[in-house]
């Protein structure tokens, strides 16, 4: 199974802050209200998403991670440091801390 880099970032959203309103998904990745409620449409169709309808005020409709979205995120992150372990253990212990000291102050 494929997900869009988009649709992954919301997967880790969702898994990172519990259910989100849509309004609070748009303002997180910075899409319009529109494209929240598309991703989150394209993700529960591919049952990795559900809608939990507020108790207060069914109006509000939050998104949240289904099992198998829990599942798909574990299994990619497994795959994800089996790779990196791969190419860590080329590193020498003063590399890896270079390399992380680089990689921090690419994305700071």
Same mark, same amino acid.
């Given at each position: 199974? @494929?997900? /869009?880099?988009?649709?992954?970032?919301?997967? *880790? *959203?969702? #898994?990172?802050?519990?259910?989100?309103?849509?309004?609070?998904?748009?303002?997180?990745?910075? =899409?319009?209200?529109?494209?929240? /409620? $598309?991703?989150? #449409?394209?993700?529960?169709? =591919?049952? *990795?998403?559900?809608?939990?309808?507020?108790? @207060?005020?069914?109006?509000?409709?939050?998104?949240?991670? /289904? #099992?198998?979205?829990?599942?798909? *995120?574990?299994?990619?992150?497994?795959? $994800?440091? @089996?790779?990196? #372990?791969?190419?860590?253990?080329?590193?020498?212990?003063?590399?890896?801390? @270079?390399?992380?000291?680089?990689?921090?102050?690419?994305?700071?």
């Amino acid at each position: 199974m @494929e997900v /869009t880099g988009s649709q992954f970032h919301l997967l *880790l *959203l969702l #898994d990172h802050y519990g259910p989100l309103k849509m309004s609070e998904v748009a303002e997180h990745l910075q =899409i319009s209200l529109g494209g929240a /409620t $598309s991703l989150v #449409d394209r993700l529960y169709k =591919i049952n *990795l998403v559900k809608r939990l309808r507020s108790d @207060e005020d069914r109006r509000v409709v939050k998104a949240a991670l /289904t #099992d198998k979205g829990s599942n798909y *995120l574990h299994e990619v992150r497994e795959a $994800s440091n @089996e790779v990196l #372990d791969r190419y860590y253990k080329k590193l020498s212990p003063e590399e890896v801390v @270079e390399l992380e000291r680089l990689c921090r102050k690419l994305f700071e």
